[in-house]
């Protein structure tokens, strides 16, 4: 495939269904692979954040034959094109969803809770981050760490 799909390339881009981000990959010169096509099936019929290993079973329960290797590839062409987000819940692997459902997560070192954070508690930083120092923040990509009420 070709290059990253920057965030200003992706106004009007609809990632809406599995045949709309497969004709994406078309046009940016990747092919629409049966093994694609069922990772992206299994991707939208979800909001679970789900590991590379997690998704190789549910794409090997409908097709046996296609290996981690192969999810891996897909799920990094994926992540170019702005389709999906990965994320690094706690000190798991990395978790891949659809670019749409990201959401910032707060992870208990206690007990392991997972709080999903809405996107407006990070307005603030993400407005002084760039203000002051020039610096875009993704607050999807990794978890912030600490303690829960129940736990504090």
């Known amino acids: 495939m ?10 009007g881009v609809d ?3 599995v045949d709309n ?18 990772l992206l099936e299994v991707l939208f019929d979800t909001d679970a954040h789900l590991s590379a290993e997690d998704l190789a079973a549910a ?3 409908r097709a046996p034959d296609v290996h ?4 891996y590839r897909n799920l ?12 690094h819940l706690g000190h798991g692997p990395s978790t891949y969803q659809l670019a749409s459902l990201a959401h910032a997560h707060f992870i208990c070192e206690e007990c392991g809770a997972m709080i999903e954070a809405p996107d407006e508690l990070f307005a603030g930083l993400a407005r002084t981050a760039k203000d ?15 303690r ?3 736990c504090s």
């Not at 981690?68 to 999810?71: E, G, M, V």
């Not at 990094?76 to 994320?87: E, F, N, P, S």
């Not at 002051?132 to 600490?146: E, R, V």
């Open 15 to 17: 990632f809406s269904s």
């Open 132 to 146: 002051k120092l020039g610096f875009t923040i993704d607050p999807h990509h990794f978890a912030i760490l600490g």
């Open 59 to 61: 794409v090997q329960a």
């Open 148 to 150: 829960c009420g129940a």
């Open 68 to 71: 981690l290797s192969t999810i």
């Open 76 to 87: 990094d062409d994926l992540q170019r094109l702005g389709v999906i987000a990965h994320t």
């Open 21 to 38: 981000v497969l004709a994406l990959v078309r046009e940016r010169g990747g092919r629409a692979t049966s093994s694609r096509r069922i």
């Open 2 to 11: 070709s290059k990253p799909l920057a965030p200003r390339d992706q106004v």
